[in-house]
Structure formats: structure tokens, C-alpha cells
């Protein structure tokens, strides 16, 4: 089925900002907002951004989203260790009757 | 707090029946949507559709429908995915979710259930 398209990997060293993309369609990003969730290996993905850019409780203020468009970006200041994860942006999709997501980008803090 | 907790890793042969189980708690049932998503080993998510307690109003993804099936026990606050004869490429890890209200976002997340379908 059609996914939003994201990077496969990306990387930075600690300290660094680092931007995963996003892109979609009209009937997707361009209609609705975009999620992101982070899955750390061997759990649940956990809700990051919702909204385009807003925080749950929780969520330190490194980590941004934006959207633009049919794309959006995540992004992460003062990378960390334990930053690294698998990242997944969404969005709804009437035609799927449920979140559309990438296909995950997978972090690696050198 | 809200939590979803999920039923056990399951062995299944094809052609067999099956149901998974996503008990909540800490908000009311009724009230949201509940998103099943699955992810095959090493490879990304996927939606399976929603499910609303309230009134069993089930959306399906097309290339689900007919397939799997929603369902629920209000009194136990617990949502149910079932299938009726599994298939090798059913296996993944199945997870429940509660969907917010305002803008689809999947806000709390199961644990997630291993589904294994092997002859």
C-alpha cells in the first residue's frame, strides 16, 4: 500500500541537529496533520509530535516538528544517545480508514 | 493513567482462528476510537483500521476488510482483533491504540501481540 516516504537511515553525533523528511500527497500531508512516533527495538512506538509540531507531556523541547505543504520534517537538536530509535511520521488517510505511515528512518547517534 | 495491555504471543497453523485482546484502562472506553496497527519483523506500520466501542462503527483498510474483524466487550473495557482463518503472511506484532479525538493521533499505545502463523 502507498506509504509516506521518509529516509531510511540518518545519523549525527552528539551534540549535533539532525532532520528526518517526510513527504506525502494532497489526500494525506496536504489535508491533514502529520504524527511522528518514536520506536526504540523491541517495543510499542510511542506518540513524539502530533499536530504538525506539538509536544505530549513528556517530550523534551529538542525534538520539532513543521509542515509544509504535502512534506514535513522532524527535528532533533542536541542529539543523544538515546535518540536512537526507529522515527515514523503519519498521517490520516480517509482512503486507508486509518494513519498512513513512512516507512521509518532509522537513527544512529555516532 | 491510561494504559492498553494486550494478550499473549500466539502460535497458529494456517487456516486457523484467531482472537487478540487490547484491554484499557484509565479513560473511558466509549469514548475513542481504538486503531489496530501491525508491523511484519523489520519492516514498518501499517494500519488495519478503527474501531469505536460506542457503537461498534468499524473502519476498515481495504486491503483488510473482510479479513480481520472488530469487536469489543464494554463491560470489561476490552477490544478484540479477530480473524477466522489466519495466513502465513498474517504474522507481525499487532498493536491496539487509542486514537485522540482531534486530530488522529495515536496518543497511547499497547504493548503489542505476536502473531505467528506456521505450519
Known amino acids: 500500500q502507498s506509504m509516506l516516504t521518509q529516509p531510511p537511515s540518518a545519523s549525527g553525533s552528539p551534540g549535533q541537529r539532525v532532520t528526518i523528511s517526510c513527504s506525502g500527497a494532497n489526500s494525506n500531508i496536504g489535508s491533514n496533520s502529520v504524527n511522528w512516533y518514536r520506536q526504540l527495538p523491541g517495543t510499542a512506538p510511542k506518540l513524539l509530535i502530533y499536530?504538525?509540531?506539538r509536544r505530549p507531556s513528556g517530550v523534551p523541547d529538542r525534538f520539532s516538528g513543521s509542515k509544509s505543504g504535502i512534506s514535513a520534517s522532524l527535528a532533533i537538536s542536541a542529539l543523544q544517545s538515546e535518540d536512537e530509535a526507529d522515527y515514523y511520521c503519519?498521517?490520516?488517510?480517509?482512503?486507508?480508514?486509518?494513519?498512513?505511515f513512512g516507512g521509518g528512518t532509522k537513527l544512529t547517534v555516532l | 493513567e491510561v494504559q492498553l495491555v494486550q494478550s499473549g504471543a500466539e502460535v497458529k497453523e494456517p487456516g486457523e482462528s484467531l482472537r487478540i485482546s487490547c484491554k484499557v484502562s484509565?479513560?473511558?472506553?466509549?469514548?475513542?476510537?481504538i486503531a489496530w496497527v501491525r508491523q511484519v519483523s523489520g519492516k514498518g506500520l501499517e494500519s488495519l483500521g478503527i474501531f469505536l466501542p460506542a457503537d461498534f462503527d468499524s473502519k476498515y483498510n481495504p486491503s483488510f476488510r473482510g479479513h480481520v474483524t472488530f469487536s469489543a466487550d464494554r463491560s470489561s473495557s476490552t477490544a478484540f482483533l479477530q480473524w477466522s482463518s489466519l495466513q502465513a503472511s498474517d504474522t507481525a506484532v499487532y498493536y491496539c491504540a487509542r486514537q485522540d479525538h482531534g486530530g488522529h493521533h495515536l496518543d497511547f499505545w499497547g504493548q503489542g501481540t505476536l502473531v505467528t502463523v506456521s505450519p
Open positions: 499536530l504538525d509540531n
Open positions: 503519519a498521517a490520516w488517510s480517509d482512503a486507508l480508514n486509518g494513519q498512513v
Open positions: 484509565g479513560y473511558t472506553f466509549d469514548n475513542h476510537f
